[in-house]
């Protein structure tokens, strides 16, 4: 029965579908018939006039409810909603941003109102961001975003297997750092990407400010200024006491961060993009959260970057200079012994995450029939089913796992 059948017995006075969205609706309705109930929440929104996203900048006003199996399981919110992510906002399949008008708490995830739903387009398992959040977990990383696997209706259109996340932004139960001039949330991006605020070091990196959300001119030339000093430091931390380098660089942040992004070979992860960090005024730089994860674990957009073996992370950027100092590789070597199982772990987890969505994804790929494409810049592997994508990114993971251990 779909989910519209199920709501006129129960309302019958209401019919299934309008012409355009109604400004107070007692109900989103929802037709399941072609994509059946998949064992996952699905989140129905609709945009007012039934707009399209089309960009990343215009916030349309929305309404949005959660179904579950048989009918609706929450109510009917107001939120904002645009388009979100870098390159892959340009795929068929998008990202896009929620800005609820009040704080919700969705699947048990702590109450806010900011919230994303990650499309994972160009990750033919959709697994890879979610597997990042359970290895960050089990390593005790400071802040790991909170995730959950939903479906995506929008304006009446199924849209597919999404991942609804928490944001990375300042807040109690997210990135728990002061709001406050002199302590900051920042972002390193590539040269392609100018979101303001930011700030350009002497080395020409792009670091855009999350927080505080209106940086003065001073506390701006505060942060620049420091990250100069950083920079310049971390070609001079080989050859200085341990105690003075992590007055500098928190080395107990900085591990678990370096160990996620290098089992996984993360494209963007190399001191490129997405790469998240806090500092505050007298403190050390804190790597972390982690974030972005589709173009990792053996998924990549440039061939030379799919091999599970070589070193990757390390040998980019500012964590090359980062890397020349002895103690710091002694340090991360013996990080990775302490904690080799967890890593190990996290391919024997697989099929666990696979279960989770594995109805959900025969209504991903009968919308999205992608599987075996190549034509898109980020689908670079076809595939003959989506078990042969998860079975091809684990014996990736276990090579990789293997190349580590033997070259430590």
Known sequence: MTRCAVLLLALPLVGCFWESPEDNPEYLPLDDSR???????????????????????????????????????SEVYSLTVRGRGNSSFKMPKYGMKLEFDNKVSLFGMPENRDWALIANYGDKTHLRNYMMTRLSEWLGSRWTPKMQFVEVYLNRKYMGLYLLSETVKVAHDRVDIAENDTTFLVEKEDDKKYDPPYVITDRDYIYHVKSPKNPSEESLQLLLDHLNSF??????????????????????????????????????????????????????????????????????????????????????????????????????????????????????????????????????????????????????????????????????????????????
């Open 231 to 408: 920079e310049r430091m971390a070609r001079k931390f080989d050859g200085m006491p341990p105690e003075e380098i992590q007055e500098w660089l928190s080395m107990e942040d900085f591990l678990p961060f370096y160990w996620v992004q290098e089992f996984s070979k993360n494209e963007d992860g190399n001191y490129a993009r997405s790469v998240f960090f806090t500092w505050e005024k007298g403190g050390p730089v804190r790597f972390g959260p982690l974030w972005d994860f589709d173009l990792a674990f053996g998924n990549a957009s440039r061939e030379g970057n799919k091999g599970s073996d070589g070193w990757y992370i390390r040998y980019y950027r500012l964590y090359n200079y980062i890397f020349w100092c002895d103690w710091i590789e002694d340090e991360a070597k013996a990080y990775w012994i302490e904690h080799r199982e967890k890593f190990r772990a996290l391919a024997d987890s697989v099929p666990l995450y696979q279960k989770i969505i594995r109805k959900a994804v025969e209504n991903e790929y009968r919308r999205w029939p992608i599987i075996s494409n190549t034509e898109n810049w980020a689908l670079k592997d076809p595939y003959d089913s989506y078990e042969e994508g998860v079975a091809v990114m684990v014996k990736w993971m276990r090579e990789r796992f293997d190349w580590i251990d033997k070259n430590l």
């Open 35 to 73: 994509y059946p109930y998949a064992g996952l929440p699905r989140v129905v929104i609709e945009t007012e006039d039934f707009h399209e996203i089309r960009d990343r900048e215009t916030e349309f006003p929305s309404k949005l409810q959660i179904y579950g199996k048989d009918t609706y399981e």
